[in-house]
């Protein structure tokens, strides 16, 4: 089945800055990858996803790059600002298993 | 308006209870998920759904069981609580054509 490895677990930026926040998957027929925002004591929400026929895509301060060759992807936040601290989730799905696999989470704190 | 909804957000019982977690969508979902979280760590998924009486066990083991026998109701039952049951358990809903997951607001239940 597939495995999603996210990195790092934990991530401190100062207001301003840009976060990275890389996965790798291992089923060579995943073909969606989004990423979920989990606020403290909220749901998880999707916040960009990204299919397999695009390299990139991007919503405002935050974007999503796919490397299908490597096998990885990564979500990218510019111009950090307090209220984007939170856990952020990847997950990939494939072929013909529509069940998401995700990774272990990244905890970001943007700093004031 | 259409949504995952949750009941209970919070629930706390003493040992050897039976509980059900309900999670209803009215969003016309088939597929639907149940996962298991520590709060701001991994989401474990436990039991899934693809239709009407189609449930299968997840990743992660639980003495949990569920029933599908309404598209837009998913509850998840334990027959007898114990302490380590104590977690956050979030109900969501697919959406097959796009591989969207949507999350419930989530059930807190504390085994005492």
């Known amino acids: 089945g597939e495995n999603v490895e996210q990195h790092p677990s934990t991530l401190s930026v100062q207001e301003g800055d840009s976060a990275v926040i890389k996965c790798t998957y291992s089923d060579s027929a995943s073909n969606y990858f989004p990423w979920y925002k989990q606020e403290l004591g909220k749901r998880p929400q999707l916040i960009i996803d990204i299919r397999s026929n695009v390299g990139e895509k991007k919503d405002q301060r935050i974007a999503v790059t796919l490397n299908k060759t490597a096998k990885h992807f990564s979500l990218h936040i510019t111009e950090t600002q307090p209220e984007d601290s939170a856990v952020y989730f990847c997950?990939?799905?494939?072929?013909?298993?529509?069940?998401?696999?995700f990774g272990k989470g990244t905890l970001l704190t943007v700093n004031p | 308006e259409a949504d995952i909804y949750q009941t209970p957000r919070y629930l706390v019982i003493g040992t050897g209870k039976k509980i059900t977690l309900e999670c209803s969508q009215t969003m016309g979902h088939d597929k639907m998920y149940w996962y298991q979280q520590d709060p701001g760590m991994e989401l474990h998924l436990i039991h899934y759904s693809y239709g009407v009486n189609s449930t299968e066990k997840g990743d992660l083991s639980s003495e949990s069981t569920v029933s599908r026998i309404r598209t837009e109701h998913f509850p998840l039952t334990l027959e007898s609580a114990r302490p380590s049951h104590t977690s956050q358990y979030l109900c969501?809903?697919?959406?097959?054509?796009?591989?969207?997951?949507?999350f419930g607001a989530g059930s807190r239940l504390t085994v005492l």
């Open positions: 997950a990939g799905c494939g072929g013909s298993n529509y069940k998401l696999t």
């Open positions: 969501a809903s697919q959406n097959s054509g796009a591989n969207v997951l949507t």
